[in-house]
């Protein structure tokens, strides 16, 4: 406790690693973890008192005043030591990780909410005024908004009856930011598996201590039903419930199927909030009067005043990683916050990821299993198209076995699923008379088409031209032509080759905003649409009853990009992918076009041989100190200028402190060395698991050379993505 004249150490926004010395002014005094606000220089900030840094003396009478503290609830000793954690982990300054968890607060005036009564007919009538008497006349207590939209008279109608006395105001108390699940609305009677399953995690939940349990169960075998009864215990026990998903999966779709067993939607937390909505949710959940929220990466910031429960669906998605600012993996974030809090951490996949089986298969984490599908459906049968022999003629990208399979689909009135992971119509355009390819001007990147917004765009920096009619390198006309299919040149091809499908396509450009794309995706729930052309955000957590066949266009895709993750991520995609088709009544295929059709990758999806994959995978993960058997970092060095980052980045290598057990490789160009005119210079590091690869690096660049002008590095560790 620090009283007047006292001084505190402040957290500030700020990208540097101290603490500010502040004095507590007369009349307030202050506990680590109370909000202030202080003046910095010429700005106002604010910054959260904090605790454990060495305290300057007091006697530095220089020092400045804390203005006020604001009306905020304080961030909790849980939350400071998970920021503290954060920074410490992905080598980030405390106060950068801070402010996400203040991302919120300022809560907006609460406007009061007035609704009207009926007191007793006025004197004069009209007809507006008689339809608000009308809509009145149950005697209930109606909000003005909705008043309003139910008659459609005009503010000043209602106004003029309450100044004739006719019609009375009534103070509303304010909206709640998030309705209270009813935990007995509507439980579904679970399989024997499932039951044992949901028994498993409600013990969990009930122990009040940290526990990390695997859920891994094949796609539709109702993970999401067994874990709901999970988030039922830590409410029925008065707690609050966190469940994590990859953002594109807060569709409508989970939004419903949670308010099918609760009777209400959980609290949304991602990007597309709006910010009333956000800060009032924020306080809701700082007074623990938000039950259950259900959020993307930086719902882990939110300050639950008592979380008894993380679920991370999908857990071995790669949206988990932050891949700007502080690189963080919210996956095993959330295993450190369930730490923090003494609360259990569900993580749950078909596929899961490397990393979280192995902590499985060694007993770090808990591991149960869903075998099978719910209601004895059985997992789609997969096999291969060889494209080598069995490809479709030059120009086209669907195989004839694949068009005859959606046919089929079609006809018996099913719905069939196209799969390709890539925007737009072709990757590349080039000039068929002298080879000019069509490149961004400010990375070192292809430009890719899309024909619907007629436009060549970057997918790196945004750079967007208009399609030229003519090559702008010979001038050639109609010369141009485009290599390589997106989803929308598959869409035409589909168009030509079934013209009474009902199509939609799904892409996270196509639809403009983020409700548009909910909207897509019920009507495939729904049926409506029977040829469903999507990338990688249809294969994600969707329940599709009338889907029965899926054909991957292109199987082989993510394999050959020298990721150390490469067959995993493809194993995952497509397994997700193909597991969308047979949820329902009818079973399900899938077709797997691959020049490739001998890849252990595809050999594991066609056995349906998951363990034999994982055994393989982690063998060679193990043998090649990859993680999760080694650690590894990457250093990204970039300027404008070539020579000034790839000077740097050798200037740091020589300065790097020998240790025998690490090695640092390179410097190279990053495999996209130009991003929005900045030049990239990548340092991998690999070492053992035990190797305190934090404490090293953060030594070797305080001894290294100090980035100046407009270079930057940035530092990932246990990087994803290697472009
Ligand atoms: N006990 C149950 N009673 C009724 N319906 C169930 C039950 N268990 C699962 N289902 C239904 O089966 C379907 C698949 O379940 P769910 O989506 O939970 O599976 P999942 O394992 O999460 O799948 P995925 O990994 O593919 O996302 C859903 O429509 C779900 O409502
Ligand atoms: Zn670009």
């Known amino acids: 406790m620090a009283n007047p004249g006292d001084v ?13 010395s502040y004095r507590v002014p007369f009349g307030i005094v202050l506990m680590p973890g109370d909000v202030v606000r202080v003046t910095l220089g010429p700005r106002e900030v604010v910054g959260v008192v904090w605790d454990g840094d060495g305290v300057l003396p007091a006697s530095s009478n220089r020092l400045k005043y804390v203005e006020e503290r604001l009306a905020l609830p304080p961030v909790s000793d849980h939350m400071r030591r998970f920021i503290e954690w954060v920074a410490n982990w992905t080598l980030t300054p405390r106060g950068m990780i801070m402010r996400m968890a203040l991302r919120a607060p300022e809560l907006p005036p609460e406007k009061p909410r007035l609704g009207y009564r009926y007191k007793h007919e006025p004197e004069r009538i009209t007809p507006a005024r008689r339809r608000v008497l009308a809509h009145l006349a149950d005697g209930f207590v109606h909000e003005k908004r ?6 459609g008279v005009s503010p000043g109608v209602i106004d003029g009856l309450v100044d004739a006395g006719a019609v009375e105001p009534v103070a ?14 509507s439980a579904a009677s679970l399989n024997e598996a499932q039951a044992l399953a949901a028994t498993s995690l409600q013990q969990a939940v009930s122990a009040r201590r940290f526990s990390a349990t695997l859920l891994e169960g094949v796609t539709g075998s109702g993970k999401t039903e067994v874990y709901f009864e999970a988030v039922a215990e830590a409410v029925r026990q008065g707690g609050q419930a966190l469940i994590m998903l990859p953002e594109i999966a807060l569709t409508n779709q ?10 209400v939607r959980p609290a949304e937390w991602h990007s597309g909030v709006n910010p009333g909505k956000r800060a009032r949710l924020w306080h809701g959940i700082a007074k623990g009067e938000v039950a259950v929220v259900a959020g993307a990466r930086s719902a882990l910031f939110l300050p639950f005043a008592d979380l008894r429960l993380i679920i991370v669906d999908e857990e071995h998605d790669s949206a988990y990683k932050q891949e700007d600012g502080p690189r963080y993996n919210a996956r095993d974030m959330a ?10 951490a569900v993580l749950a996949s078909a596929t899961p990821s490397i990393e979280s089986r192995v902590n499985a298969d060694r007993g770090r984490y808990g591991h149960i299993t869903l075998p099978e599908r719910f209601g004895g459906r059985a997992l789609p049968a997969i096999s291969a198209i060889d494209m080598r022999t069995g490809g479709p003629e030059r120009g086209k990208f669907i195989a004839p076995g694949l068009a005859t399979a959606v046919r089929q689909a079609l006809e018996a009135g099913e719905q069939a699923l196209l799969f390709l992971n890539r925007r737009g119509y072709a990757p590349l355009t080039l000039c068929r008379k002298c080879g000019h390819r069509f490149q961004c001007p400010n990375c070192t990147a292809w430009l890719v088409e899309h024909r619907f917004r007629k436009s060549l765009v970057c997918h790196h920096c945004g750079h967007t031209a208009p399609v030229p009619r003519h090559c702008p390198s010979c001038e050639g006309e109609d010369t141009l032509t485009p290599c390589g299919p997106g989803v ?3 869409a035409e091809e589909v168009a030509g080759l079934f013209p009474d499908a009902h199509t939609v396509i799904l892409s996270s450009d196509i639809h403009g905003s983020a409700e548009r794309l909910k909207q897509e995706l019920d009507t495939v729930a729904k049926g409506e649409a029977n040829l469903v052309i999507g990338t ?3 294969a994600k957590g969707h329940n599709f009853p009338h889907l029965t066949l899926v054909g991957v266009v292109d199987a082989d895709l993510g394999l050959g990009t020298g990721d150390p993750r490469a067959a995993e991520r493809t194993f995952q995609l497509l397994g997700q992918v193909t597991g969308r088709a047979g949820r329902g009544d009818r079973p399900g295929r899938a077709l797997l076009q691959s020049y490739d059709p001998g890849h252990p990758v595809m050999q594991a999806l066609m056995s349906g041989d998951k363990e034999s994959f994982y055994t393989r995978e982690i063998a060679i993960r193990a043998k090649a100190g990859l ?14 200028d070539r020579g000034k980052a790839e000077s740097f980045a050798r200037a740091l290598v020589k300065v790097a402190p020998f240790d025998a057990a690490l090695r640092v490789l390179g410097p190279a160009e990053a495999p996209i060395a130009v991003i929005r005119g900045r030049h990239r210079m990548r340092l991998i590091l690999q070492a053992p698991r035990e190797f305190a690869l934090q404490d090293y690096i953060r030594a070797w660049l305080a001894a290294g050379p100090k980035a100046n002008g407009q270079l930057t590095v940035e530092v990932d560790i246990d990087p994803m993505s290697f472009a």
């Open 8 to 20: 505190v150490e402040i957290l500030l926004p700020v990208a540097l690693e101290r603490t500010y």
């Open 146 to 151: 909705a008043l309003i939209e139910a008659t």
């Open 172 to 185: 509303l108390p304010p909206e709640p930011p998030a309705l209270m699940p009813d935990l007995d609305f």
């Open 254 to 263: 989970f939004l419903d199927r949670f308010a099918q067993r609760f009777g």
């Open 335 to 344: 295993v450190v916050r369930a730490r923090l809090v003494d609360a259990p």
């Open 488 to 490: 929308e040149r598959i």
């Open 536 to 538: 990688q955000l249809v």
């Open 627 to 640: 993680p999760p058997y080694g650690r590894m970092a990457a250093l990204t060095i970039s300027d404008e």
